[in-house]
């Protein structure tokens, strides 16, 4: 299994930005589609984005594109996510996920998840 842990969230004024970061560890990364999830209080977990195991393609929620951009490094067994034009509708914490082995980007995309990390919050204020 997949060891995954999540930094970069925070404090944000709106319309600013911030860069998460999922380290990965246990198994090799590139074996993975991965993606990124998250929940506001009160509300389910929602997709956000998600990466094919080489990062040639990239799904996102509606809610979310053209504003966030999900990248990878195998080398260096990590994902980011790039949230950008941050609106207080983001505030959430944010969970990484890797899928099965060998999974695929859209299968990840509708939660078919083998490990997730702990979480990150992020909060957006108005």
């Known amino acids: 299994q997949v060891q995954l842990v999540e930094s970069g969230g925070g404090l944000v004024q709106a319309g600013g930005s911030l860069r998460l970061s999922c380290a990965a560890s246990?198994?090799?990364?590139?074996?993975?589609?991965m993606g990124w999830f998250r929940q506001a209080p009160g509300k389910e977990r929602d997709f956000v984005a998600s990466?094919?195991?080489?990062?040639?393609?990239?799904y996102y929620a509606d809610s979310v594109k053209g504003r966030f951009t999900i990248s990878r490094d195998n080398a260096e067994n990590t994902i980011y996510l790039q949230m950008n034009s941050l609106n207080p509708e983001d505030t959430a914490v944010y969970y990484c996920?890797?899928?099965?082995?060998?999974?695929?980007?859209?299968?990840?995309?509708?939660?078919?998840?083998?490990?997730w990390g702990q979480g990150t919050q992020v909060t957006v204020s108005s």
């Open positions: 990466i094919s195991r080489d990062g040639g393609n990239a």
């Open positions: 996920a890797a899928s099965q082995p060998s999974g695929d980007a859209w299968s990840t995309s509708l939660g078919n998840v083998g490990s």
């Open positions: 246990g198994r090799t990364l590139s074996n993975y589609a």
